[in-house]
């Protein structure tokens, strides 16, 4: 067995192999600029420059939606949690630096 680093999100309320439910920790954020972000440690001006994942299209404001289901349903939230669940390298350093764990992998 070795030990590997995997990001368990703590936005999403499930664990890797859906085997297990758990509470969410801080999901959904709401920023003062009118987004809807997976969790409040993405609140982070530097993402929102270079429009992390999309997170900061126009179209997602909630000054643009008429529900809030638009913006979780959205494209961009799909891509986000897709690439969350399997294809991590493109996750960011913030989610690895604060959802990541060791885990061991045969
Ligand atoms: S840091 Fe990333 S993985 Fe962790 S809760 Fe926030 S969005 Fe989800």
Do not use: R
């Amino acid at each position: 067995m070795t030990k590997i680093k995997k990001i368990n999100p703590k936005c999403m309320p499930h664990n890797f192999d859906f085997t297990k439910s758990k509470e969410l920790g801080n999901f959904p954020n709401f920023t003062s600029a009118g987004f809807m972000l997976p969790c409040c440690w993405l609140d982070h001006t530097p993402l929102k420059k270079e429009n992390f994942a999309n997170l900061w299209d126009e179209e997602l404001n909630i000054k643009n939606v008429d529900s809030i289901q638009e913006v979780l349903y959205s494209k961009q939230w799909k891509e986000f949690f897709k690439n969350l669940m399997n294809d991590q390298e493109k996750a960011h350093h913030i989610c690895w630096k604060n959802c990541s764990m060791e885990v061991e992998e045969e």
